[in-house]
């Protein structure tokens, strides 16, 4: 059935500033639009900042084809300690072993490029037998966590500071799929190095298609919702979406919305998502072409 949610639709690029979570974000959103479906495009934790991309209305609907983004940070890195959550809000224990050099980090870089197994933080929303791992770690218990496998695509130094020579700091760019805790890269390059290392400061620079340079300040989406302006800062429900465009007329877009599957001459073009437009240039659906064949996955116009 088409979604008739009434209200503005389309992406909201946040700039996140630490503190507030992605679900407040989300919440505060949903409050000045007065649209009820309202989502996000990927967690940040609260001290994190950067990218948020927040999606309202029918836009909803496909945020699942952006989970899978790749997303790029700036990660400010402490080495010579431990950390519990491994970031700055867990209990921190020094160690005492000669800090790295600059060299030595960048070194021990290369061995996390590309494809790593990689263990979730003990402090992760990853469940468990049925449990968040958080809620096993703050009952003093150990998850029992898994390797995962993902991509680092780019990783490297970009900022150095050790004017505490026992504590340096080092500031790393990261481009990496999604599912990638920047917070494990931390603590296992402390390890590798055999001085402790843990997550100071986390900005997200880009979520897939989303980039810092156009996201807008919570102050600025907070002015702008409350005196209606939201259209002026929502993006179109389909950006980012590189799925070949197709244009149905009316009658084809009717039996469309019904969901019935039509002989359509794109289908002879090829396989996969594609995006359907009506005679307006209006966002109608996402369709499957198959086998000769546009088959509808999601319909927003009737």
Do not use: N
């Not at 979406?241 to 084809?252: C, G, Q, R, S």
Request: glycine letters at 10%; aromatic letters at 4%; proline letters at 7%.
């Amino acid at each position: 059935m088409p979604d008739r949610t009434p209200g503005p639709t389309g992406i909201l690029v946040v700039a996140k500033e630490p503190g507030p979570t992605s679900h407040d974000i989300v919440a505060l959103v949903r409050r000045l639009t007065g649209v009820k479906r309202v989502g996000h495009g990927g967690t940040l934790d609260p001290f994190a900042a950067g990218v948020l991309p927040v999606f309202v209305g029918q836009a909803t609907r496909l945020v699942e084809y952006h989970m899978a983004d790749d997303k790029e940070y700036r990660a400010l890195v402490c080495l010579g300690a431990r950390s519990t959550t491994d970031d700055l809000d867990g209990e921190l224990t020094p160690t005492d072993q000669p800090a790295p050099t600059r060299a030595q980090v960048e070194e021990a870089l290369g061995g996390f490029r590309g494809q790593i197994e990689q263990v979730p933080p003990d402090y992760s929303a990853v469940r468990v037998q049925g449990r968040k791992a958080y809620e096993l770690a703050r009952h003093g218990e150990k998850p029992a966590l898994r390797p995962r496998r993902v991509t680092i695509h780019r990783l490297e130094v970009t900022g150095w500071d050790d004017a505490d020579p026992a504590r340096p700091v080092t500031t790393l760019e990261i481009a990496c799929s999604a599912g990638t805790y920047i917070r494990a890269l931390a603590r296992d390059l402390g390890e590798r190095l055999g001085v402790g290392a843990y997550l100071g400061a986390l900005t997200r620079t880009a979520s897939g298609p989303f980039r810092l340079e156009q996201a807008r300040p919570l102050s600025e989406v907070r002015v702008a919702l409350t005196e209606g302006g939201a259209t002026d800062l929502l993006l179109p429900a389909d950006t980012g979406l590189d799925f070949p465009e197709v244009t149905l007329d009316a009658a084809e877009l009717a039996h469309f919305a019904r969901g019935q599957q039509l002989r359509h001459e794109a289908a002879k073009a090829g396989e996969g998502l594609v995006r359907v437009f009506d005679h307006t240039g209006r966002l109608a659906a996402i369709g499957r072409l198959h086998q000769g064949v546009l088959a509808p996955e999601k319909v927003f116009a009737a």
